[in-house]
């Protein structure tokens, strides 16, 4: 058998298209090896590396001028959490902006818009803006998903949107699908939320008549040090907080807890820990039971 050439070390980086490996004295014969796919016409990738960024990286190549990528695939690349059925979908989304339709390769989902559009430009990747990102996935989610796709907008670690630029997606959104979806889940964004589960155990309080949480709200310890809350409610120094599988999994993220928990403890807060089974009839009377026992009243 005769060995297989290794590729130019640039080219086993990322995807390429076919002239570029010409270019880099790659033959034909060795570009239709099995050790290369053919994500789109006129590229190849590593065979087996099919998730959505080598996709991406993949069409990227051969996109017209006008084309970026929107919808629930800017979406994922912006790190904006969509519901596993759109995930799953290994199609792109590409929007064609200000021209007649440019060709569109086999999974590809197009779209075309005649209002102008700055793209951002993310891992060399064109795409759609966060908010706008969000707006157009109004067709594609319930309220509720829009809510916890919105709050990574204004989230931690780190913000993607600002509330105006949110707003004023929503004003150029106009009255495309999705309007009234989004107009009904703009107000119930929240800042500071780090996760989808920490959304949804928001709505699930604040629906059940409760006061409204803080989001990782910052709480003081004592000796100065400061720990963040996942659902914080100041006023009556009780905490919501989300025990992931990982927190029983990881012996050191379980030593950690430890210490924090007797932290809070120590400063006074009641904490109420919550699982993904622990039943919503189980978290609005334990978090009842807590608030009114701190002084708070319907």
Not at 171 to 183: C, E, F, N, W
Not at 281 to 293: D, S
Request: proline residues 7%.
């Amino acid at each position: 058998m005769t060995r297989r050439r290794p590729l130019p070390f640039r080219l086993q980086l990322a995807p390429f298209s076919i002239h570029e490996g010409a270019a880099q004295g790659v033959s034909r014969n060795r570009l239709r090896a099995s050790d290369l796919s053919a994500p789109f016409r006129g590229t190849r990738a590593q065979a087996g590396d099919s998730g959505l960024r080598t996709r991406c990286e993949a069409f990227s190549l051969v996109m017209g001028p006008h084309q970026l990528f929107a919808g629930p695939t800017a979406a994922q690349l912006w790190g904006i959490p969509v519901p596993p059925r759109l995930a799953r979908d290994v199609r792109l989304h590409v929007l064609t902006v200000g021209h007649d339709w440019a060709s569109i390769a086999q999974g590809i989902i197009g779209s075309r818009t005649a209002l102008p559009v700055t793209p951002e430009v993310m891992h060399g990747l064109r795409l759609t803006d966060a908010a706008s990102t969000w707006c157009a996935l109004a067709g594609l989610l319930s309220v509720d998903e829009l809510i916890e796709a919105g709050d990574r907008l204004l989230g931690r670690p780190m913000p993607l949107s600002s509330s105006e630029q949110i707003d004023a997606a929503i004003a150029a959104h106009g009255s495309r699908r999705g309007i009234r979806r989004l107009r009904e889940a703009r107000p119930q964004l929240r800042a500071g939320s780090e996760s989808p589960r920490e959304t949804r155990l928001r709505l699930v309080v604040v629906r059940g008549g409760l006061p409204e949480p803080e989001p990782n709200g910052v709480i003081a310890l004592r000796g100065g040090r400061s720990t963040h809350g996942d659902l914080v409610f100041r006023a009556y120094k009780v905490l919501l907080e989300y025990d992931g599988q990982h927190h029983r999994e990881d012996a050191e993220q379980w030593a950690r807890d430890v210490v924090r928990l007797n932290d809070l403890a120590e400063a006074g807060w009641l904490v109420i820990r919550i699982t993904k089974d622990t039943p919503r009839a189980e978290i609005l009377a334990r978090t009842e039971r807590a608030l009114r026992n701190r002084g708070w009243r319907p």
